[in-house]
């Protein structure tokens, strides 16, 4: 079993700046791809970064030169650094982990960007 938990989330005002983190735990042998996806009301769910277990990352546009994903794999832990805050941020940001062949959700954490 593999539970992934979730922090930093909160309101920021625009052009503010938010580090979320997500730590695994569990029955983790073989950790292949990490990352986050946001999900506001009323839209569909997006992917924004990814990071695979030698640190390959891949942004969604919307994110590019504003968003920084790390991990480290001695903790099983991703990080979502976001700068420049835009309020079309706002979203509920769920990171995930993709192990073998199964993936494990996160239990999703709040991003306010708000004047």
């Known amino acids: 079993q593999v539970q992934l938990e979730e922090s930093g989330g909160g309101l920021v005002q625009p052009g503010g700046s938010l580090r979320l983190s997500c730590a695994a735990s569990?029955?983790?042998?073989?950790?292949?791809?990490m990352g986050w996806y946001r999900q506001a009301p009323g839209k569909q769910r997006e992917l924004v970064a990814t990071i695979t277990s030698g640190g390959s990352t891949n942004y969604a546009d919307f994110v590019k030169g504003r968003f920084t994903i790390s991990r480290d794999n001695a903790k099983n832990t991703v990080y979502l650094q976001m700068n420049s805050l835009k309020p079309e941020d706002t979203a509920v940001y769920y990171c995930?982990?993709?192990?073998?062949?199964?993936?494990?959700w996160g239990q999703g954490t709040q991003v306010t960007v708000s004047s």
């Open positions: 995930y982990t993709r192990i073998s062949i199964t993936t494990y």
């Open positions: 569990g029955s983790i042998f073989s950790i292949y791809t």
